[in-house]
Nanobody, 116 residues
Framework: QVQFVESGGGLVQPGGSLRLSCVAS????????MGWYRQAPGKQRELVAD????????NAVDSVKDRFTAFRDNAKNTVYLQMNSLKPEDTAVYYC?????????WGQGTQVTVSS
């Protein structure tokens, strides 16, 4: 059974930073590219950053480029999302999954709220 457990979210002021973590189980983690996704209230879930299976290549969408960075530790089956210079529009529930996503394996996510 594929499972992803996200953590590290919270309330942060604009301009602040957070680091999210996601532990994967039920897959051979090092074989999979991973993605970080987010879903804001009333919006569809979107991919914000991804990273190759080896960790050698990471990408982010334009709205978070230069602020968000995905990285991973394959020995720990863990993928991270470093988020800097957070903005109110980054408020959302953040999820990790394979990239592309593995159907039916979404975790609970972790809430990130950016507000003063």
């Amino acid at each position: 059974q594929v499972q992803f457990v996200e953590s590290g979210g919270g309330l942060v002021q604009p301009g602040g930073s957070l680091r999210l973590s996601c532990v994967a189980s039920g897959i051979i983690f090092r074989f999979y590219a991973m993605g970080w996704y987010r879903q804001a209230p009333g919006k569809q879930r979107e991919l914000v950053a991804d990273i190759s299976s080896s960790g050698g290549s990471a990408n982010a969408v334009d709205s978070v480029k230069d602020r968000f960075t995905a990285f991973r530790d394959n020995a720990k089956n863990t993928v991270y999302l470093q988020m800097n210079s957070l903005k109110p529009e980054d408020t959302a529930v953040y999820y990790c999954n394979t990239q592309p996503p593995t159907r039916g394996s979404w975790g609970q996510g972790t809430q990130v709220t950016v507000s003063s």
